[in-house]
C-alpha cells in the first residue's frame, strides 16, 4: 500500500503528514522526559512548567523538522530514481543525519551522525521491502 500512495500524493503531503506524526510523538517525548529533567535540575513552581513547556516545544519541534527532512528526501529520490529500494532510504538517512547534526558545526559529527542515521535507515527499508 505505501508503494501506491508514494506514486500517487505529492511529496509535500507525505512531509506534512510525516512531520504531524514524528513531531506530535516528540513533543509526548518531551512531556515525559521535561518534568525529569526539571526534577534533576532541582526547579519547582512556575520555573518547573516552564522548563517542561520548553522541552515539549524543543523535542517536538526537532523530531518533526527530522522527520520531514527524511520523508521529503526519500519521496524525491524515489520519485527521481522510479524505484522503491533500500538506497532511497540510505541517501534520505543520510540528509536526515546531517541535518540532525548541522548546529554541532562539527564536520566529524555530521558525517558520523549522516552515516549512523543512513545505516539504520537503509536496513529498516531493505527489511520492510524483503
Not at 504531524?20 to 535540575?41: F, K
Not at 520555573?47 to 520548553?54: E, G, L, N, P
Not at 528526501?73 to 540528509?95: E, F, H, M, P
Request: proline share 2%.
Amino acid at each position: 500500500m505505501e508503494d501506491d500512495v508514494y506514486g500517487v500524493v505529492p511529496c509535500s503531503s507525505l512531509a506534512v503528514e510525516s512531520i504531524l506524526r514524528v513531531g506530535t510523538a516528540g513533543a509526548i517525548w518531551g512531556m515525559c522526559i521535561g518534568p525529569y529533567e526539571a526534577n534533576q535540575q532541582s526547579l519547582r513552581g512556575i520555573d518547573k512548567a516552564s522548563y517542561v513547556i520548553k522541552s515539549v516545544g524543543k523535542y517536538g519541534f526537532r523530531c518533526g523538522v527530522i522527520a520531514g527532512v527524511f520523508s521529503i528526501t526519500r519521496c524525491g529520490v524515489q520519485r527521481y530514481r522510479k524505484k522503491n529500494d533500500w538506497v532511497n532510504g540510505l541517501i534520505a538517512g543520510a540528509v536526515a543525519g546531517a541535518a540532525v547534526s548541522v548546529g554541532t558545526r562539527s564536520y566529524t559529527q555530521a558525517i558520523g551522525m549522516a552515516s549512523l542515521v543512513s545505516a539504520i535507515c537503509a536496513a529498516a527499508d531493505h527489511a520492510r521491502s524483503s
